[in-house]
């Protein structure tokens, strides 16, 4: 393995004045409630409406102000998502079997009752994340979605409103940052504590859900935004310089990492980047993230290329090579996987139907993205007839004295001698 380019892998891990400032406002959100919230809002966002939550006449008139070709192509990315989730939803079916005489084991998949949803704002309204959490928790079966976005200069996007009210949110807040996860974790007079957070969001948010956890459910730790291309002497350096600054506008802090087998095509990629970036125009961000985060790596082989693409684990991986199975069936740490070149991450972003809320950080190694599989419990339970009862009930009792759980095991020998 070659570096072409060396640049930084970003970490999952806080920074210690993030944390700090994030407990701090979640102790005083958690004392002193809606007072907390309307101060914190004030300082970020300098936002202080007589409600946050949007009436159903003020999502109308936001609804009202978008135009109907943004509408339709709004429902087409919502059509979808509810698609896929669909489809997933019907993989996971009820288990029940008997395993022996008298015995039946099963499990149920029992959905999230109330869920919050954070919807950002900042640089871009990421109004796509809307229907990625909402359509999917409401598929999923989730009773109850609240929704907090923030505001953007004084004022709410109509676009955001209409995409999360279409989506199915049952109550929509205008509020952001960490006081808006806050508010829906701890609950106020207003708004009952959910069940569990999803959504991305910038640093403090991401720090909020960390330190939030356990107070309520997460979706997953979503950082800044990820892209790694595996790409061969077969793959179109443009599109691949294309594809990579399309992730790096997203934030200065965007991981964008190229892995080739090519030493010509790793030049060449590198070269047309900065052709790239001199028209873009949202150079201002990408050019940042290139400079700071870009790497290119010359792998020796494919498997060398497979090998360090699953080191990196990364939130979106694309594949712009010309033997596409071998290393579909071998990769094994990404979020998302974009096969062949007609196929760019811009489509997972928006509208072809999987989830854009993503692991990052490496925490692909342990988990998959958002999906209906988040918003349901798979529960166990059991049944037995007496006979199957007394059948197992000399070993558990084993058992239990082995461990020294006495307790345990006078309740599987008061059982052996009622069913004897």
């Known amino acids: 393995m070659e570096i072409i380019k060396q640049g930084g892998h970003l970490s999952l891990e806080p920074d210690e004045t ?33 409600s946050f939550e949007l009436s159903q006449e003020q999502i109308d ?10 509408r339709q192509d709004i429902n087409f990315c919502q059509e979808q998502v509810r698609e896929f989730a669909l489809r997933q939803r019907e993989t996971m079916q009820p288990l029940e079997v008997e395993t022996l005489p008298g015995l ?37 079966g989730v009773e109850n979605v609240v929704v907090c976005t923030p505001p953007v200069e004084g004022k709410w996007n109509p676009v955001t409103i209409y995409t999360v009210h279409t989506s199915g949110a049952d109550r929509i807040f205008c509020l952001g940052g960490v006081q808006a996860l806050a508010m829906m974790a701890f609950g106020t007079a207003e708004i009952q504590p959910v069940d569990m957070l999803v959504g991305p969001g910038n640093k403090f948010v991401i720090e909020a859900k960390r330190q939030l956890f ?24 443009t599109l691949v310089a294309c594809d990579l600054l399309g992730q790096a506008e997203h934030d200065p802090n965007s991981g964008i990492c190229l892995i080739t ?11 047309e980047v900065e052709r790239q970036l001199e028209t873009l125009a949202t150079r201002d961000v990408a050019f940042v993230s290139w400079s700071n985060n870009g790497v290119v790596m ?12 699953d080191e990196y684990a990364p939130e979106h991986l694309e594949l712009h090579v010309a033997d596409r199975d071998y290393y579909f069936n071998r ?56 006979e199957a009862s007394r059948n ?12 020294g759980m006495l307790s345990h095991a006078i309740t599987v020998r008061t059982r052996l001698e009622r069913y004897s």
């Open 18 to 50: 993030t944390a700090r400032i994030v407990r701090d406002v979640l102790a005083d959100i958690r004392d002193n409630g809606t007072e907390a919230i309307r101060k914190y809002s004030r300082q970020f966002d300098s936002w202080d409406p007589p």
């Open 61 to 70: 008139e936001a609804n009202n102000q978008v135009p109907e070709s943004v």
């Open 104 to 140: 039946t084991l099963g499990h149920k998949h029992i959905p999230v009752r109330y869920v919050g949803c954070y919807v950002p704002g900042g640089r871009y309204p990421a109004f796509a994340s809307a229907y990625m959490s909402i359509v999917t928790a409401k598929v999923a």
């Open 214 to 237: 356990g107070q309520c459910g997460i979706d997953l730790i979503a950082g800044p935004t990820e892209i790694l291309i595996i790409a061969d002497e077969s793959a179109d350096a």
């Open 261 to 271: 087998t090519s030493p010509s095509l790793a030049w060449e990629v590198t070269g």
């Open 298 to 309: 010359l792998a020796e082989d494919p498997d060398e290329a497979i090998r360090l693409s």
């Open 331 to 386: 990769l094994r740490n990404y979020g998302s996987l974009f096969i062949g070149e007609e196929t760019t991450v811009a489509y997972g972003d928006k509208s072809s139907g999987p989830n854009h809320i993503l692991p990052t950080g490496r925490a692909a190694r342990y988990t998959g993205g958002l999906s209906v599989f988040k918003f349901l419990k798979t529960c166990s339970y059991q049944h037995m007839t007496p």
């Open 392 to 403: 197992i009930a000399e070993v558990t009792e084993r058992v239990c004295k082995l461990e």
